[in-house]
């Protein structure tokens, strides 16, 4: 079975800062892919960014990065320039090559101070 | 576009009633899933609908059952409710064409009280 790992329950960031968030797996597939939403207090599910497992470049949106390790089964989330509007739940999650159930890590509180 | 719809949004039960959810996809979109979202648990997969047929299942008990319409529509059922199913219920969508990284996008919710 799949796991997925949040080790940070909560972070802090000043406006305009820069935060990583961290997020391991466990799995033996080796296809699959891995995603970050966020989840604002209005509680809608949002996707910020995603990867593939066979992919090595990791992938980028706007301010919105991964560091993506296979070896280690590591997919950290790094956030430039980081804005109030990314106050947020940040749940990173798997799901295997085929099928569409996403195993979720249990979130991090990521708050954005003016 | 308009973005995956969930009805209602907000639902009050009694215990040993019966709830039914509704979600429909983006269009075009053929695979709806069901999470369950609550406090203790996190978010917890239920199943994914495809074709009308049942794909993938989660570990939960047989009073939560769901089903997909021809337009890919999909309800949710939970029969004989109990405190615990309390929640936060969301439902996604996604293409789920063959060898694409499919992803899935989430409707609003439905935030069900069990009194």
């Known amino acids: 079975a799949q796991t997925v790992t949040q080790s940070q329950p909560e972070m802090s960031v000043q406006e305009a800062e820069t935060v990583t968030l961290s997020c391991t797996y466990d799995?033996?597939?080796?296809?699959?892919?891995l995603f970050w939403y966020k989840q604002p207090p209005s509680r809608q599910m949002i996707l910020v960014i995603r990867q593939e497992a066979y992919k090595q470049q990791n992938a980028t949106e706007n301010r919105f990065s991964v560091n993506f390790q296979k070896a280690a089964k590591s997919f950290s989330l790094k956030i430039s320039d980081s804005q109030l509007g990314d106050t947020a739940m940040y749940f990173c999650?798997?799901?295997?090559?085929?099928?569409?159930?996403?195993?979720f890590g249990a979130g991090t509180i990521l708050r954005v101070k003016s | 576009k308009a973005g995956v719809t969930q009805t209602p949004r907000y639902l009050i039960k009694t215990r040993g009633q019966q709830v039914t959810l509704s979600c429909s996809p983006i269009?075009?979109?053929?695979?709806v899933s069901w999470y369950q979202q609550t406090p203790g648990q996190g978010l917890q997969f239920l199943f994914e609908y495809f074709s009308e047929t049942q794909r993938n299942k989660g570990n939960f008990p047989g009073r939560f059952s769901g089903r997909q319409f021809s337009n890919s529509r999909s309800e949710m059922n939970v029969s004989t409710l109990e405190l615990g199913d309390s929640a936060l219920y969301l439902c996604?969508?996604?293409?789920?064409?063959?060898?694409?990284?499919?992803?899935?996008?989430f409707g609003p919710g439905t935030r069900l009280t069990v009194l």
């Open positions: 996604a969508s996604s293409l789920a064409l063959a060898d694409t990284l499919d992803t899935q996008y």
């Open positions: 999650a798997f799901r295997v090559e085929y099928g569409n159930k996403l195993v």
């Open positions: 269009s075009g979109h053929r695979s």
């Open positions: 799995t033996s597939e080796n296809n699959y892919y």
